[in-house]
């Protein structure tokens, strides 16, 4: 039986992402990581949105709805701005 082959993450504290939003997955938002977990998994949260809680969540560096900083505007994709 094969078994899933974790892939050491690279991410490191305050690097910047897109992501689904864990509780409103119609928008994608900014989030910044916030603590590395061990190789693994580390802890995203989302960037203050004015009508979505922000949101601290775990990740692995294959989560499905994390893409790097820039990817919406590559997809022409909208993203949810934080509010000012």
Partial sequence: QEH?????HGFEIGMKLEVVHPLKPSIICPATVTKSLGPYYFAITTD????VSS????????????FPAGW???HQVELAVPAS
């Fill in 55 to 66: 949101v601290t969540f775990c990740c692995h560096a294959d989560s499905p709805g994390i």
């Fill in 72 to 74: 919406s505007r590559r």
């Fill in 48 to 51: 203050y949105q004015e009508d």
């Fill in 4 to 8: 899933f082959q974790r892939r050491v």
